[in-house]
């Protein structure tokens, strides 16, 4: 029995102690016995540094403390090895060499070890290390922790090639040109041969393609292409150490560095803020002036257009000149790296991460990534005037039909995240009022059904092009929506002017309230002030019926779409609009464009054109005309009686004038 015990054990070892492969199995309370390590309990951890160097199969593990103690930890019944930022393990052995190392990590959101020696690649869940060396030591050197399930070893009784600790077996010649800072690689002769005396780190890596990045005490960053084959595979950050060589070599006016040699194992990991492409979204025109060859950029909400069977496209971004005005910057692009490009939609803004290159003398740019761009938020929409095809970012809430295939719709916010400033670090929150804007459907009357029919769009699917934005802003459709079921709102959030009060300051296609007196002026109507010297023109296209329930001289509350025949203007003046609609935090940058309605007179507002959708009477008539007496005034009840005085409850006010005309209102007594 003692014997079949002690064969039951070596079998929990992967391989016998003269095999040419170990395993150091992490990942299960078996292989930990196997190694003599005591499994640990629940939520709690072993530290290698206590347990001591651990031996299988002629292959040391042992293991150097980072920011936590490297070591063994339970979650949940699951076994781990994890090695957090700073710490590491070094696999050994006495006689021969480590040829391979096999790393199976139990998560890879975090997999990031450096090798000091040989070559170490990652693919999905399991890194990959060759060489030939009598030890090879595995950093981790990032935040968080690396967690590994198993680590298979492979040895060869030959003598090691690489030796850390060792001298060079490829010396350089001391004698060859020595280079301190990628930034003076342009003052080089060309086809000069150089070594490299300080760190670098790297932006990015792809075939023979190299991207490295030199940082100086001011943070100001150079930057430099390595063409050609430098042995080994790097993660994005990592240090490569002084000492490699290169050519400087200059094509199709790009600077690069040909004919690499001794880019040995990185030696750390700079901090995350450092790989960071720089953000160029508005500054494209910046690219060239300022030199960004083979830098790693990101530029946001772009128009992405002309692309071919080469991969070649076009960006378009909207941009201002030195004096603040508009321009239109576009840059071209070529598919170096062979992503997959989505459909291009006009109406789309994209997000673009790449590096910029130099080819026959024109900038252009590799794109890494091309995501689809958040969509714009109406409010911008309409307070910073922006026009063109864009998609809107907000639930939309479908209000009414309007006329000709249009369809009203609002955000409903009542707060707002004002960001414009936020590159200079101001960001808040804001009191708001809902935003309004007219989808047009054009001639399709199916898309006018579907639409009219839904009761909240969603996001990021309302597409087409902004027309009108200074007048009655409209978005015309260039596909249908999704609508979401069950909207989470009550009621919509509406502005309510009385023209006896106030002075109107309604958006272009805003739902409001208005108080006045309906009166006719020259054959056309109008809702007026008590004092009739202040009118606006009504037009009952949204509701006809409603013209024949209105009388002159009685006082109605209209719920009603403003329209604005005029253009908006830049004003000093007191703007009603933004003040009624913001409540500005103190000590910040303003957030908007001051935009006032012009108007033609002061008292007529003849821009504006007020559609009632429904008419709340609210007091009785007015002798409006001095030329035109009342001759009798005549209540009718709910049950259709009639009488001289008023019933009790809802009547129904039949006013007869002299000149033989009528006006019908409602009242409650």
Known sequence: MRKFLSFAVMALLTVAVWADEVTFDFSSAQGLNAMGITPPEQSNGVNLTDVGTITVGGVSLSAVNGSTETRVWNSQGSYTLRIYQGGSITLSVESGSIIGVTVNAANTNNFDLLANVGNYTVSGNVGTWNGSTSSVTFTHATTKNAQVATIVVTTSDENPVDDPNGEDPNPVDPNITKLDSLSNLAALDENTEFQFTTEAFVQYQWENYLWLMQLDGDYYASAALVYGNVGRQYPIGAVIPAGWTGKKKTYKGLLEI???????????????????????????????????????????????????????????????????????????????????????????????????????????????????????????????????????????????????????????????????????????????YPTWIALDCGDDTQLFETVKN?????????????????????????????????????????????????????????????????????????????????????????????????????????????????????????????????????????????????VTDDDYYTNYTIMPVSAEFITGIDNIDATRQVAKVSYVSTMGTVSSTPFQGMNIVVTEFSDGSRSVAKIVK
């Open 454 to 598: 839904m009761q909240v769009l969603a996001p990021n699917t309302v597409k087409g092009e902004v027309v009108d934005v200074t007048t009655n802003p409209r978005l015309i459709l260039s596909s249908t929506p999704t609508g979401i079921a069950d909207p989470d709102f009550e009621s919509y959030m509406i502005y309510s002017y009385n023209l006896s009060e106030d002075k109107i300051q309604a958006l272009g296609n805003e739902l409001g309230h208005v108080t006045g007196y309906y009166k006719l002026i020259n054959g056309e109507p109008y809702i007026c002030s008590s004092l009739y010297d202040v009118a606006v023109r009504l037009d009952f296209a949204l509701n006809p019926d409603l013209q024949n329930q209105v009388a002159q001289g009685c006082c109605y509350d209209m719920t009603c779409v403003f329209k604005i025949d005029q253009p908006w203007e830049a004003s000093e003046q007191t703007d009603y609009s933004v003040s009624r609609k913001v409540k500005r935090a103190m000590s910040k940058p303003a957030a908007l464009p001051s935009l006032k309605v012009k």
């Open 258 to 432: 040909t004919d690499p040699t001794h880019f040995n194992a990185p030696t750390g990991q700079v901090e995350k803020d450092f790989t960071e492409p720089f953000d160029m979204t508005g500054y494209v025109a910046q690219i060239e002036t300022y030199h960004y060859e083979n830098m790693r950029v990101k530029i946001n909400g772009i128009a992405l257009s002309d692309i071919d069977d080469n991969g070649n496209f076009t960006i378009t971004s909207n941009e201002a000149d030195e004096n603040g005005n508009p321009v239109v910057v576009t840059m071209a692009g070529y598919n170096k790296f062979g992503i997959e490009y989505p459909n291009v939609d006009p109406f789309e803004k994209y997000d673009i991460d790449g590096m910029v290159s130099i080819y026959n003398d024109e900038y252009q740019l590799y794109p890494i990534t091309i995501e689809e761009a958040p969509g714009t938020r109406l409010w911008k929409v309409t307070y910073e005037g922006l026009e063109g095809n864009m998609k809107l970012a907000d639930s939309l809430y479908v209000v009414m039909p309007l006329v000709d295939n249009q369809i009203l719709v609002t955000d409903n916010a009542t707060q707002i995240l004002v960001d414009t400033y936020a590159e200079w670090g101001y960001t808040w929150y804001q009191d708001w």
